[in-house]
T-cell receptor, first 114, second 111 residues
């Protein structure tokens, strides 16, 4: 019954490693997002993906690459992890059909880079 | 630039009323959202305003003044479970459905 799910919930890894976070939504939404929430609690949009159109936030390093095998999935792959990548990463989805549409968030992935 | 300001932290007493303010400066405006985020959990939707005025939803109400770039979230009959962060987010013009988020206001409820 989970609307937006993410795996893993916790991820502890060494600097320089490559890791992936998976996201799935069963709401039938057309738009999915990846957010980074840092220690100061700012939610920063990283990517949004709407009907096969990927919109990239230019401030995101190219070590981060989103991959969407289909409308219900938007995964995030991170190469060469750095200490500053430690944060909570939230996946979200919305209908993408208008300005009022609500974003539904996954439970978050807590990434710690050592 | 685009900016959203909220107080960092507020404290209130159980049963009381609290108002959390949000001011914004964005390139165009297509709606303002309030989300609630309990510690260690995901944000959840509370309210949406696009026209000036007050939207009431149970114990929570949200107000918008577009001319002033200002909104507030009003929480009545506070309960301990209302202890959470409250995030203000604005959808600006041409934003491809993306939201600009404030840092959130951490609300602490005391007995």
């Amino acid at each position: 019954d989970t609307a937006v799910s993410q795996t893993p919930k916790y991820l502890v890894t060494q600097m320089g490693n490559d890791k992936s976070i998976k996201c799935e939504q069963n709401l039938g939404h057309d738009t999915m997002y990846w957010y980074k929430q840092d220690s100061k609690k700012f939610l920063k949009i990283m990517f949004s993906y709407n009907n096969k159109e990927l919109i990239i936030n230019e401030t995101v390093p190219n070590r981060f690459s989103p991959k969407s095998p289909d409308k219900a999935h938007l995964n995030l792959h991170i190469n060469s992890l750095e200490l500053g990548d430690s944060a909570v990463y939230f996946c979200a989805s919305s209908t993408g059909g208008g300005y009022q549409e609500t974003q539904y968030f996954g439970p978050g992935t807590r990434l710690l880079v050592l | 630039g685009q900016n959203i300001d909220q107080p960092t932290e507020m404290t209130a007493t159980e049963g009381a009323i609290v108002q959390i303010n949000c001011t914004y400066q964005t390139s165009g405006f297509n709606g303002l959202f309030w989300y609630q985020q309990h510690a260690g959990e995901a944000p959840t939707f509370l309210s949406y305003n696009v026209l000036d005025g007050l939207e009431e939803k149970g114990r929570f109400s949200s107000f918008l003044s577009r001319s002033k770039g200002y909104s507030y979230l009003l929480l009545k009959e506070l309960q301990m479970k209302d202890s959470a962060s409250y995030l203000c987010a604005v959808r600006s013009r041409g934003s491809n459905y993306q939201l600009i988020w404030g840092a959130g206001t951490k609300l602490i409820i005391k007995p």
